[in-house]
């Protein structure tokens, strides 16, 4: 008997007996030790490679995932079980987290928890295993997964292009600062992750108000200080090695997704190739690919590059078969998602509700309008987490009291019409901008759109492209739908819910042009098998080569675009005080101190310097972040940090605001000449503790005793 005959054997009849129980018992000493190292190597890691460090402290997060992948999915290969893993992962950690959160738990009893989670996991695949005879899983029949395949040498050059795309890619995210939503989302995770608890309150002023309702379920977030602490970094490293590991996968993401959907590994990746091309052509600012490389960490696009994909997965997998377990990935990922973000949630409930609709036209049975009904009633379920975050605040939101609401909803309305996100209408009704649809590519998607109505009965992908094509501009454009989507995610953030229109008509595009490929390759290979495949692999190759070359423009100038842009923001204001914040976070290391500083310091300071609380943040959103009987206070807040930003001299105003927030220190810039010289020659007050070219850092003394030239 040679070796392939008893191999074969082996996997067919499986192991049972004693060695069948050494291999369960191997498989579980195996995984402890591996959490064990992840839990308690990162730090030491973090020393020579934090990206590394990083990479185990997210493969920690998602190590539930994959064992809970190991029970619920029979063929799928490692690789494209990567992804499927983290979104099981970060799923079967919201419970935990959530509770952690309501809790105010410290991070190191949170990190309990997930250890019971991986525990119950692990139990209950340890209980199957030994329960199931030590035997490997045979695959049944009808099980939709689609097992890994040996790579074609055809295939070689697209994975060696994808392959380059994805370490341009991660190079350009590890070299982009952290700048805009993520400066205000490092205040955040650097405070939490100093104090090691969930406090549950505002991180920029030191007030201890409660977090707003749609504040304080940020799973993601709590999730991501946990990593931070198992990898041993600090929060801003966390960002930036992140992105590079939330990159990969994404395009693992949609491969698994494509691959699976389409059951054909060379569609896939030719599909994959188109979607490369287009993130590289549109990392200019506010493109599809700069939202990749520079915002991938936030929860808003973790969640459609990474959450969506699997989801509508596990929904088809369970509607191509009866299998539980698949209902049961679809549920923890959509409570997931539900969880993560409102924006995700919808998104889910767009595409999911779309493509539901069209299988049903064309698979029209009992047994799949059951099947149907079960996920809608999942995803109802998961409709009430955003309604719980928001009913536990039942009353006027505290900019409502100040009657700054229809002030600040004209200002972010007015915002989303000069950016052409937002087209008002007539009557009080809007609909999302026309210009984010009457694109050259996504009008050349609509007009191949009926190329794969000849597919709708048997293709899957056919179903789900055509139904999200149809679905977002039917509640996009639509007045009364997209009032009732505007209330559901806010009109002037009605744009968001449009991010799959470019993915969807790049795969629409893609799937045509295959379909062009077959008719070539059939007319012109038709008696030669040979030929047809070197036919239809040569059009394939000059459909990615003509993208190319038709989007060079927009690649070279994109990617110039965003190494300017990643340059400019070495020049910001937070990167330029890094010196004198440095200072701050080292005298506020361990005990809360109180700053006053301009404006545009303020949205620094918390990230850099947790334990320093500035008397505002964000300006208005300074109001409706405190209490609202403290209104008047916090409109005070802001004229404070508006009259100190511009303030000449050290005059009674300034003294009421040291005194009124027992200011401890004071952030000076030194291009206020006159300011700083006054500061700095009233030892009295102010003692000079650090000083660059640019910035001086003042303690403050008490008492302010009116001295005769702040008096003239």
């Known amino acids: 008997m040679d070796t392939k005959t008893l191999r074969n054997i082996l996997r067919s009849e499986g192991t049972t007996g004693r060695s069948g129980l050494l291999i369960t018992l191997g498989s579980l000493i195996t995984l402890v030790l591996v959490a064990a190292f992840l839990v308690t190597g990162g730090p030491s890691v973090?020393?020579?490679?934090?990206?590394?460090?990083?990479?185990?402290?997210?493969?920690?997060?998602?190590?539930?995932?994959?064992?809970?992948?190991?029970?619920?999915?029979?063929?799928?290969?490692?690789?494209?079980?990567?992804?499927?893993?983290?979104?099981?992962?970060i799923s079967l950690?919201?419970?935990?987290?959530?509770?952690?959160?309501?809790?105010?738990?410290?991070y190191g009893q949170m990190l309990g928890l997930s250890v019971v989670v991986l525990l119950l996991v692990t139990g209950t695949w340890t209980v199957l295993r030994l329960r199931n005879g030590h035997q490997r899983a045979k695959p049944q029949s009808g099980t939709p997964e689609i097992a890994r395949a040996e790579l074609p040498p055809r295939l070689i050059p697209y994975v060696v292009a994808l392959a380059f795309v994805v370490v341009l890619l991660a190079g350009l995210a590890l070299r982009w600062p952290i700048a805009g939503d993520d400066t205000a989302g490092l205040a955040f995770l650097s405070e939490s992750l100093r104090l090691d608890r969930i406090t549950g309150t505002e991180p920029h002023h030191g007030t201890g108000t409660p977090v707003m309702p749609r504040n304080e379920l940020i799973v993601l977030a709590h999730q991501m200080v946990l990593v931070s602490r198992t990898a041993g970094v600090t929060a801003d490293v966390l960002l930036v090695n992140s992105r590079p590991l939330l990159i990969l996968l994404a395009l693992l993401s949609l491969y698994t997704f494509l691959h699976q959907g389409l059951k054909n590994q060379h569609q896939a990746i030719f599909l994959l190739g188109l979607?490369?091309?287009?993130?590289?052509?549109?990392?200019?600012?506010?493109?599809?690919?700069?939202?990749?490389?520079?915002?991938?960490?936030?929860?808003?696009?973790?969640?459609?590059?990474?959450v969506v994909p699997t989801i509508i997965l596990f929904m088809n997998w369970y509607l191509e078969s009866r299998r539980p377990r698949y209902l049961l990935g679809f549920a923890l990922s959509a409570v997931g998602a539900a969880f993560m973000h409102p924006i995700t949630l919808a998104q889910v409930l767009i595409l999911a509700g779309g493509y539901g609709v069209l299988h049903l036209l064309f698979a029209r049975s009992w047994e799949t309008f059951r099947r149907l009904a079960a996920l809608g009633g999942l995803l109802a379920l998961t409709m009430l987490v955003p309604l719980l975050q928001y009913i536990r605040y039942i009353g006027r939101m505290p900019i409502e009291v100040a009657g700054l609401g229809e002030?600040?909803?004209?200002?972010?309305?007015?915002?989303?019409?000069?950016?052409?996100r937002l087209w008002l209408l007539p009557g009080n009704r809007f609909i999302l901008h026309p210009s984010i649809i009457l694109q050259p590519l996504i009008l050349a998607a609509y007009i191949v759109l009926p190329l794969l109505f000849l597919k709708?009965?048997?293709?899957?992908?056919?179903?789900?492209?055509?139904a999200g094509m149809i679905a977002l501009p039917l509640l996009l454009y639509v007045p009364p739908l997209a009032a009732l989507a505007g209330g559901f995610v806010t009109p002037y953030l009605l744009w968001r819910l449009a991010w799959p229109l470019p993915m969807l008509a790049i795969l629409t595009l893609g799937s045509a042009l295959w379909m062009a490929s077959e008719w070539l390759a059939g007319r012109l290979g038709r008696?030669?098998?040979?030929?047809?495949?070197?036919i239809m692999q040569g059009s394939l190759y000059l459909c990615l080569i003509g993208a190319v070359a038709l989007t060079w423009p927009g690649i070279s100038g994109g990617l110039q675009d965003l190494q300017e842009r990643a340059e400019a923001q070495t020049y910001t204001t937070c990167a330029s005080a890094a010196g004198a914040l440095q200072a701050l976070d080292q005298l506020a290391y361990t005990t809360p101190v109180?700053?006053?500083?301009?404006?545009?310091?303020?949205?620094?300071?918390?990230?850099?310097?947790?334990?320093?609380?500035?008397?505002?943040?964000?300006?208005?959103?300074?109001?409706?972040?405190?209490?609202?009987?403290?209104?008047?206070?916090?409109?005070?807040?802001?004229?404070?940090?508006?009259?100190?930003?511009?303030?000449?001299?050290?005059?009674?105003?300034?003294?009421?605001?040291?005194?009124?927030?027992?200011?401890d220190y004071a952030l000076v810039e030194r291009g206020r000449l006159g300011f700083d010289m006054q500061v700095r020659h009233l030892p009295a007050m102010f003692?000079?503790?650090?000083?660059?070219?640019?910035?001086?850092?003042?303690?403050?003394?008490?008492?302010?005793n009116p001295l005769a030239v702040v008096e003239g």
């Open 687 to 704: 003692t000079q503790i650090y000083a660059d070219e640019t910035y001086a850092l003042y303690a403050v003394s008490y008492p302010t």
């Open 275 to 306: 979607w490369s091309v287009y993130l590289l052509a549109t990392t200019h600012a506010e493109g599809t690919g700069n939202d990749l490389i520079t915002r991938i960490v936030q929860d808003k696009f973790v969640g459609w590059f990474v």
């Open 456 to 466: 709708l009965r048997s293709r899957m992908m056919a179903r789900f492209l055509v």
């Open 407 to 420: 002030a600040v909803a004209f200002a972010r309305l007015g915002q989303a019409l000069s950016r052409q």
């Open 527 to 534: 008696r030669d098998g040979r030929s047809h495949a070197l």
């Open 93 to 106: 950690a919201t419970p935990p987290t959530v509770a952690a959160i309501l809790l105010h738990l410290t």
């Open 594 to 663: 109180e700053v006053l500083a301009s404006r545009s310091l303020n949205l620094c300071i918390p990230g850099a310097a947790p334990l320093a609380n500035v008397i505002e943040f964000r300006g208005y959103g300074t109001v409706n972040r405190l209490p609202v009987d403290e209104v008047d206070a916090s409109l005070q807040r802001v004229r404070d940090a508006d009259y100190f930003t511009s303030a000449t001299r050290v005059d009674d105003l300034v003294l009421a605001a040291l005194e009124r927030y027992e200011i």
């Open 46 to 89: 973090a020393r020579f490679s934090p990206l590394l460090a990083v990479t185990m402290g997210w493969l920690w997060l998602a190590l539930p995932g994959f064992v809970l992948s190991s029970m619920l999915l029979q063929d799928l290969s490692w690789l494209e079980r990567v992804p499927v893993s983290f979104v099981l992962g």
